[in-house]
T-cell receptor, first 110, second 110 residues
């Protein structure tokens, strides 16, 4: 079945540590996105990519980095510069019928 | 003013009730509109797109009022399984313009 796979489902990060969240899709979609969701808030756009080897900052890109070396993959790195990284992270891709989301990664700073 | 605003709820309704959610958006140039459903600690899933002429899918009816810049979702004959958070999503145009409301929580009780 086609879809988006995010891993891991839960991730714990120590202060000052970089961590990378995986996002893989087999939907053959060009556009991919990373969103962050905090309790009681809407999703906020971190980064997006319209095509391989190209990506753009969203509304809250500071402290994050991405790469898009393959169409299927759009990993997100949460760097130590992100001061409040505890959140639910959602990856999505855009097809003809709207956005498809992965099941998310819940990141917690310990 | 937020770009997409929703009443956070919660809406507590008995099974069989009819419930309506409204959502307002600030950008008159918005091009497309969606309702997503998000279950607790899960990813959002597309419920339905919203068309200018209004559209219906079973017990769900979506309406768009461009003049007043709001969209609505009507759920008839509520089921326990309808309990979730409903996200209003507006595309202002382009890849980086999908804006999410914070969601309206619905709780259907026996």
């Amino acid at each position: 079945d086609g879809g988006i796979t995010q891993s891991p489902k839960y991730l714990f990060r120590k202060e000052g540590q970089n961590v990378t969240l995986s996002c893989e899709q087999n939907l053959n979609h060009d556009a991919m996105y990373w969103y962050r969701q905090d309790p009681g808030q809407g999703l906020r756009l971190i980064y997006y990519s319209q095509i391989v080897n190209d990506f753009q900052k969203g509304d809250i890109a500071e402290g994050y980095s991405v790469s898009r070396e393959k169409k299927e993959s759009f990993p997100l790195t949460v760097t130590s510069a992100q001061k409040n990284p505890t959140a639910f992270y959602l990856c999505a891709s855009q097809g003809d019928y709207g956005y498809t989301f992965g099941s998310g990664t819940r990141l917690t700073v310990v | 003013r937020k770009e997409v605003e929703q009443d956070p709820g919660p809406f507590n309704v008995p099974e069989g009730a009819t419930v309506a959610f409204n959502c307002t958006y600030s950008n008159s140039a918005s091009q497309s509109f969606f309702w997503y459903r998000q279950d607790c600690r899960k990813e959002p899933k597309l419920l339905m797109s919203v068309y200018s002429s209004g559209n219906e899918d079973g017990r769900f009816t979506a309406q768009l009022n461009r003049a007043s810049q709001y969209i609505s979702l009507l759920i008839r004959d509520s089921k326990l399984s309808d309990s979730a958070t409903y996200l209003c999503v507006v595309n202002f145009g382009g890849y980086n313009k999908l804006i999410f409301g914070a969601g309206t929580r619905l709780a259907v009780h026996p």
